[in-house]
């Protein structure tokens, strides 16, 4: 898929790495629309990259505003042909303990924004790129989702985030394969350690020994590397299917 003059939808692209891939997309050339909660940070991203950005204010578990932004983005010249789904939240609790069971409504909260929002965003964005003029190879669009090292090697307390994660991971071959004879691919991310808003609250002594932990580079990955390789799985028509991590050879210990 050719990045220029194609629509693009980034979810959770106000900020991370969502926001490093918004920017990687539209300067290859693509219309990109920032779709995201945060207002202030999104807008702030659309008008510092001026033409060809847009900021929709995104709640990925609401159908309705999913659906605004994929109607927007669908107004680019090309169509929408690239939708990357960076939204999530985490949270940290054991599955039992001292202080009792593991709390049921911060658990359903984890899998309705992750896992459910990642899927009305593939649901949504891939229903529209149906309707698009297929590439000489047969091409509509392309949709890349965003896993987590935390699918495969979940920590201590990272049960809901683990579960939701992984479940990214179970539905990308699957939905592939549904999307397969209309021309529409879909991949997953799966990032290690990445200096995102979430590690930049933490000391920097805790940050620099997250980063000591990956074996090479021994560092935190850079959101841009991971615009990188998204923008790679936008162009490289034969990724379908797959899960690529991006870690650095990193496993995660239990805690």
């Not at 898929?1 to 692209?13: E, H």
């Not at 939708?83 to 658990?107: M, N, Q, Y």
């Not at 808003?197 to 090479?216: C, I, Q, Y």
Request: glycine share 14%; aromatic share 4%; net charge negative.
């Amino acid at each position: 898929m050719q990045i220029p003059g194609s629509g693009a939808l980034v979810a959770g692209g106000a900020s991370g790495l969502g926001e490093a891939t918004a920017r990687r997309l539209h300067a290859d050339g693509a219309h990109v629309v920032i779709a995201d909660l945060n207002e202030e940070g999104g807008r702030g991203v659309a008008d510092e990259l001026g033409e060809r950005a847009t900021f929709v204010r995104v709640d990925v578990t609401d159908p309705d505003t999913v659906e605004a932004a994929v109607a927007i983005a669908g107004g680019a010249p090309g169509g929408l042909r690239i939708s990357v789904c960076c939204a999530g939240i985490g949270w940290g609790e054991k599955v039992a303990g001292s202080r009792g069971p593991h709390a049921l409504e911060p658990f359903e909260k984890v899998i309705a924004v992750n896992l459910i929002g990642t899927f009305n965003v593939l649901r949504l964005a891939s229903a529209a790129m149906l309707g698009n003029q297929p590439t000489d190879s047969g091409e509509r669009g392309v949709c890349i989702n965003t896993a987590s090292v935390a699918a495969y090697e979940g920590q201590i307390g990272q049960i809901a985030y683990s579960a939701s994660k992984g479940a990214i991971v179970g539905m990308t071959l699957p939905a592939a394969r549904d999307l397969a004879t209309a021309g529409v691919r879909v991949c997953a991310i799966a990032p290690g350690l990445f200096d995102t808003p979430l590690l930049a609250s933490l000391p920097e002594p805790t940050r620099e020994a997250l980063g000591t932990a990956v074996p090479f580079p021994s560092r935190l990955g850079r959101p841009a590397e991971f615009a990188e390789l998204a923008a790679h799985m936008v162009e490289n028509e034969m990724l379908n299917g797959v899960v690529i991590r991006l870690d650095g050879a990193l496993r995660m210990s239990p805690k």
